[in-house]
């Protein structure tokens, strides 16, 4: 899986033209918002995320979010796959239809990761856990890896 940096801007214009660079793993996005005859405005400033937007806003169990949301993605996508209304999928899954619609739209409050493991094995997919000690004296991580 490749890395994805999402800047979204609050302008009610699409950018005149834009330059990505490289240096030294530090990714510098130059956008000019200038509509054509107009002066430049200030540049936009944003701070690169962790890669965990979850553990960036400062919510608590972070590592499961993100677990959570790659596994939604991992639902919406079969669910695609296979052509299946919410309620068709519900049935694979072996829960109700608001129960999907409310996976769908990220609404996972009331979702273990067990239960959500159980969904992906519903459909076939097979769940491998791995524990490996930290090298460092730290609360471990967790991670999801999609096959």
Do not use: W, Y
Not at 43 to 59: C, K, M, R, T, W
Request: aromatic share 4%.
């Amino acid at each position: 899986m490749s890395d994805t940096l999402v800047l979204t801007a609050k302008r009610r214009r699409a950018a005149k033209s834009a330059r990505v660079t490289v240096v030294a793993d530090t990714l510098n996005v130059t956008l000019d918002l200038a509509a054509p005859g107009q002066p430049a405005e200030a540049p936009i400033e944003f701070e690169a995320g962790s890669g965990n937007v979850f553990a960036d806003l400062g919510l608590p169990e972070a590592g499961d979010e993100a677990i959570k949301a790659r596994l939604v993605m991992r639902l919406h996508a079969e669910m695609d796959r296979r052509g299946l209304n919410q309620t068709e999928f519900a049935k694979v899954l072996g829960v109700k239809q608001p129960d999907v619609s409310n996976l769908l739209r990220g609404r996972v409050l009331g979702f273990s990761l067990e239960r959500m493991f159980e969904f992906t094995r519903a459909l076939g997919d097979d769940v491998e856990i791995t524990l490996r000690p930290s090298k460092v004296e730290r609360r471990g991580r967790m991670s999801l890896k999609v096959a």
